[in-house]
C-alpha cells in the first residue's frame, strides 16, 4: 500500500481504540445526548483525525513515517491506559510528573492490565505496521503528496469544526478537561510546552532572596528554636481524624498539645508544582506566572544564619528547594530495620542517626537555632500498601495491588488510611524526639504537598489541571506543635492557633509564616500572609 493508505489505517486506530476514554467521558455530557451526541461523537473523531494527518504528513517520508506511526501507537496505548485506569490528563504537569518519575515509581505504575493494555493497543499494531511494505512514490511526487495531505487535512477539520462549532464550543468551555483526553495529541502538545516552557525554568540564574534576612535579637534567657518542618506527600484533610474524619487515623497526635487548620490548600495537585511553590514567596498565581527561578524559605532561612538541613525520603526529592543546604538522601542510608532491598524506606528512618547528622552542622549557626526539613514518602501512591509497616495496619482489607481499580473502593481507602494512620506516628515520634532536646525551644510543623483521589468519580492518584482538580487533590493538612518553651518565648500559643482552625490559608502563607515563626526579619516577609501574626501580637 501507499504511505497515505497506511497513515489512514493507523489513525482510524488511534481516533477509535486509542480514544476510548475519551469517547467514554463524552458518552456521559449530557448536552451531547442522544443521536444529536452520536453526530458530534463522530465530528470530533473527523476533527482529531484530520489533527493527527496533519501532524503526520510532516513525516511521511521513506525512514520517518514507520518510526512516527510507531510512537503515537505506543505513547496512545500508554496514554489510554492511565486516563482510563486512574481517571487522569495529560498536561504539561502530568508530562513533567512522567519526566521526572524514577525508577521505583515507574515499577509501582506497571501491572498486568497495564503491560496487556500496551500490547493489544500499541505493540501488536505496531508490529502489524512494520510486516506492511510499503509503495514509495518519487521523492518530487511525495512533496506534493503531502502538501496535499496537510491542506486536505486543514481543510476537513475547519469544515467539520465548522458544522459542529456551538456544540464544540459549548462542550470545551464547559469541560475543559475534555482537551487533555485528545490521545495521543494532548501528550505530544504538552511535551512540547514542558520544552518550550520548562518545568524549573532553569534556564538562567537562581535569583538571590532575602538578601537583608536576619534573625531578631534573642531576650536574655531565652534558648535557640530547634525546628522540624514535615513536608508530606499525598495526605488529604479529610481524611485526617484531627479534622473531624470519622475514622481515627491521628490518635497519637490527638494526644499531643497540637493545632490542626482544618481549611488548608495546595497551591498544585503534584509535588514538582507544589513543593517549590510552597517554598516560594510568590503565592500560586504569581509563582505560575513566573519568567525565573529564585531562591525560597531553605535559602532565606540559612541566609538568616541559622542552621539548616533537609531530609529527604522522597523518591522525586525536593524538586530544587533544597539544592543549597546540607541534604541527606534516605536512600542512601541503607537502614535494614526501616529500608527494603529496592532501597524504599519508612518515613522514621529519617529520625535516625539526627543528632549525629545536627551536631554535624557548622556550631555558630547551631547556637542560632536549627531548622530540619524532613520530605515524607508519606502517602505516595499508587502502592499505598507498601507505606506502612505491618504493625500500624489498623484498617483491613488492604488493596495490595498497585492497579487500583482492581480493588474495591473500601480495600484502597484502608490502604490509604493506613499511610495516614502512620504518618500520624511518625509524627508522634517526632515530636517525642524533639522533648528530648534539651537547651532548645523546639517546634514541629506539618503542612503536605497536595492531597489524593481515591476513585470518587473514578478518579485517582492526583495531577489534575488544578482549575477542574477535585477538593481532594487541593485540600490537605496543617498541623503544629509549639513546645511550652517555644510557646514563651514567641508569645505565639497552640491555644491562639486552634482558635483559628476552620480560616482559610494555603500554601501562599507557608513562606511567611515560618520567616515570622522563627523571627526571620526580611524585606520578603509580608506579615498579612503570616497565621502566626496575630497569635505574636495578643
Known sequence: MGPLALTLICVLWLISLGNWPLWSQLARLPEVSGLRGVLFGAAFAVIIGAGLMLLLALLTWRWTLKPALTVCLLAAASGAYFMHAYGVVIDRTM?????QTDSREARELMNGRMLLTVLLLGVLPAVWLWRQPVVWPRAKRLVWHNLAQMVGAVVVAVATLLLVFQDFSSVMRNHTQMRYLINPLNGFYALALVAVRPADRGAGPVLPLAEDARLTPPRAGDKPPLALFVVGETARADHIGLNGYARPTTPQLAGEDVASLRNA???????ATSVPCMFSALGREAFDQRKSNSEGLVDALQRAGLAVLWIDNQAGGCKGVCTRVPTVDAKTLHDSAWCDASGECLDEVMLQGLDARIAALPAERRARGVVVFMHQMGSHGPAYYKRSPPAL??????????ALQQC??????????NTLRYTDHFLAASINWLKRQGGHAPLLVYLSDHGESLGENNVYLHGLPYRFAPDAQKHVPWITWLSPQFQQQSGITTACLRAKADEPVSHDNYFHSVLGLLGVQTSVYQPALDIHA????S
Open 95 to 99: 508530562m513533567v510528573n512522567v519526566l
Open 534 to 537: 496575630s497569635c505574636r501580637a
Open 265 to 271: 490548600w495546595s497551591c498544585g495537585t503534584n509535588t
Open 408 to 417: 474495591a473502593r473500601e480495600q484502597i481507602v484502608n490502604a490509604y488510611d
Open 393 to 402: 495496619k489498623a484498617f483491613t482489607p488492604e488493596c495490595t495491588t498497585s
